[in-house]
């Protein structure tokens, strides 16, 4: 019922747009024997024009403009659904911003406490370090040190002896020295 109510609306407003377009032509007579003719035969021909055109035409018409509803219609829930999937994601994203900078507070606080770990292990080994190398220290220097002891004792020893030599070079005479080396002769063959 609604499309012959828009077909006559149509319909009415070609015949208002054709008497405007009559009266605005050079003849100032409108409504004439001739031109009510002329007038009724292109209404006719518009008319049945309108009715072959929705007779072989309608349905195909009809078809377009419906699908064509439908397939606007279609897009339209497309552009909802993925539009709603985009706000999906952005609060996501926005989430993953804000789970960032909590992230990254982690991070950075690890971060710290593996230097502060590590920090402590260096100051830790160089302390050990130092007290081995204390220890090496006093091992060389008291390993030196009795070293320079044994060496002075070794040179002391050759000095008395060649200080007692010289002395008992110039004290013994022949005889005595005769004397010794048969005395230390003996002692040497009884033991």
Do not use: C, P
Not at 52 to 70: E, N, P, S
């Amino acid at each position: 019922m609604k499309r012959v109510y828009v077909f006559f609306a149509v319909l009415l407003t070609a015949l208002a747009v054709a008497s405007v377009a009559l009266a605005a032509g050079d003849d100032h007579a409108l409504f004439t024997t001739e031109n009510v003719k002329d007038y009724a035969w292109r209404i006719g021909n518009l008319i049945i024009f309108a009715w072959l055109l929705y007779k072989f035409a309608g349905a195909k018409i009809k078809g377009f403009f419906v699908g064509r509803r439908d397939q606007i219609k279609q897009e339209l829930d497309d552009l909802q659904s993925r539009q709603a999937e985009a706000e999906k994601k952005l609060k996501e994203v926005e989430a993953g911003i804000a789970n960032m900078a909590q992230e990254k507070e982690a991070i950075l606080t690890e971060a710290r406490a593996q230097g502060e770990a590590i920090k402590a292990a260096i100051i830790e080994k160089a302390h050990k370090d130092a007290e081995a190398l204390k220890e090496q220290a006093k091992r060389t220097a008291a390993n030196e040190a009795q070293a320079a002891v044994d060496t002075i004792r070794a040179e002391m020893a050759e000095m008395v002896m060649a200080a007692a030599e010289k002395i008992v070079s110039e004290k013994l005479s022949a005889k005595d020295h005769e004397k010794l080396v048969d005395d230390y002769l003996t002692k040497v063959v009884l033991n």
